[in-house]
């Protein structure tokens, strides 16, 4: 496409007014962000996006908030991303244990119901090993990983208490064989 080239071309620059885009963010909507010429012409510019005296207002939950409330170029306010990616961890994880026990979601041993209390266990073990691997990751990034890899048939569904005794059984099992040898 020949116009990426544009350089602070005039005529664009008038156009992107026109359309309420600020001058020089047509081109860096499609250089870095991929968007289509459409696209890129006809969404307007968020407020957050204008910081005035040291203040921008948050997309979220639109209160105007001092820039140290925000990470970096976030468009939310840190408590409005901390809320969403609770809930986002909390949609996640209702659609992975769903996916392994039905809905509603409950413990694959004792019939427990309660989601607080609800985990994906690794059958037979390998958790611990498995998340070694991977490296320490939070919940929301491991029920991501989950939804990823396609829903690996290695998981199930465990309340806290079965999973914790389950842990038990299966390094008893381990260390019973390690003798028998
Ligand atoms: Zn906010
Ligand atoms: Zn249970």
Known sequence: ??????????????LAREHGIAPGTVDSRI?????????????????C????????????CGE???ILEYDNKRSQCKPCIKKYNKELGQEKKILVLTHY??????????????????CIDHIEGGGTKD????????SLA?????????????????????NWLEWIRVKDEKEGEKDEV
């Not at 250089?31 to 407020?47: I, M, S, V, Y």
């Not at 996006?49 to 948050?58: A, E, H, L, S, T």
């Not at 998340?131 to 939070?138: A, S, T």
């Not at 491991?142 to 079965?162: D, E, T």
């Open 1 to 14: 496409m020949e116009w990426i080239k544009y350089d602070r071309d005039n005529s664009l620059c008038a």
């Open 31 to 47: 250089k870095n962000w991929g968007w289509d010429l459409e696209r890129a012409l006809t969404t307007p510019p968020r407020q």
């Open 49 to 60: 996006n204008r910081i005035v005296g040291g203040f921008k207002i948050c997309t979220g």
């Open 64 to 66: 105007k908030k001092p």
């Open 101 to 118: 026990s039905g809905s509603p979601p409950r413990c694959a041993l004792c019939g427990e119901d309660n989601i607080s209390v609800l």
């Open 131 to 138: 998340r070694k691997k991977k490296g320490k990751i939070g």
């Open 142 to 162: 491991f029920h991501y990983a989950v939804i990823k890899a396609g829903y690996p048939s290695n998981l199930r569904v465990l309340c806290r208490n079965c």
